[in-house]
Nanobody, 113 residues
Framework: QVQLVESGGGLVQPGGSLRLSCAASGSSFTIRPMAWYRQVPGKEREWVAQITYGGATNYAGSVKGRFTISRDNAKNSVYLQMNSLKPEDTAVYYC???????WGQGTQVTVSS
């Protein structure tokens, strides 16, 4: 069994930064890729970024160069550093054990002046 708990969301002005964290429990964390997704009401959940156990990363085009995904396997945690935030980044952000049905509860990110 895996549990994922996100934190770090909030309200930020355009151009600002936030760092999301996802704490995972369960042995599967250290051997599987992890991912961040986001969702706005009325739209499908959107893949944002993912990272392998070894640290290889991939990003959606809309966030590349602004967001950075990282992980600390010793702490069973994955992070999403979000810089130069835009209003269109407003969404609920979810942590996912990539390729599985394990999701966190989500954390709201609102970018607004």
């Amino acid at each position: 069994q895996v549990q994922l708990v996100e934190s770090g969301g909030g309200l930020v002005q355009p151009g600002g930064s936030l760092r999301l964290s996802c704490a995972a429990s369960g042995s599967s964390f250290t051997i599987r890729p992890m991912a961040w997704y986001r969702q706005v009401p009325g739209k499908e959940r959107e893949w944002v970024a993912q990272i392998t156990y070894g640290g290889a990363t991939n990003y959606a085009g809309s966030v590349k160069g602004r967001f950075t995904i990282s992980r600390d396997n010793a702490k069973n945690s994955v992070y999403l550093q979000m810089n130069s935030l835009k209003p269109e980044d407003t969404a609920v952000y979810y942590c996912n054990l990539f390729g599985t049905a394990y999701w966190g509860q989500g954390t709201q990110v609102t970018v607004s002046s």
